[in-house]
């Protein structure tokens, strides 16, 4: 496991939960009272990650009125993505979490990616036998990739692979939707893939962490701070993401 799960007892009713996110070029956080968010920040600035985390952590407490005080829980996206940005948004919700004494919540970002996908394009439509396949650029021709069905259960674990042209003729012929950072590599090796979807300018933010922490929350599932490490899912490799 990457995390050990602990479960808390009397969670607060309406809880106020601070997301972080910071797995690509993108760094945002998100402050949500019972999964809805009340406040947020956000920059897509390269390599700003350590210079706004901060600011924008106060920015979104400032901006709804309260104090870090008034925080129930911290979530963080735990990866896979950028090396660098992991560590900095952990290492971020691991200190108000210690100085709070509050839980720490790990959110799988492909979860993230996906909800924030089915948010953006198919509210309150059926996502029924659709599959997601979010692609998370790394190095070359390389992505980390999963595939989810529409209650975010893996049909296909994550996995560090090397794109070639049949990647991903499994899926073929259903209706999948392609989206994230490494989704162009892909699509440039197999341009007639019968993809319903293929989002090369995806965005992930906080924003859509908001009901996968809320969820943790209630259910009691939280990572042990003192222990918890990112999901790198491969090692640091100098001159990389």
Known sequence: MRFLPVRASNPAPVPLILNIETTSDTCSVALARDGTVVSDAESAEPRSHASVISVFIEKTLREAG???????????????????????????????????????IAVPTMHAMTVRFMEKHMPGVTTENKKFIPLIDARRMEVYAAVLDHDLRYEREIRAEILDARSFDAWSGKEVFFFGSGTEKFRSLHPGFPASSFETDFILSA????????????????????????????DFVSGGR
Request: charged content about 15%; glycine content about 10%; some cysteine.
């Open 207 to 234: 924003a859509s962490m908001a009901r996968l922490s809320l969820a943790a929350f209630r259910e009691g599932i939280f990572a042990d701070t003192a222990y918890f490490e990112p999901f790198y899912l491969k």
């Open 66 to 104: 309260v104090t870090s005080s008034a925080l129930d829980a911290v979530a963080v996206s735990e990866g896979p993505g950028s090396y660098t940005g992991l560590r900095i948004g952990v290492s971020a919700a691991k200190g108000l979490c210690y100085g709070l004494d509050i839980p720490l």
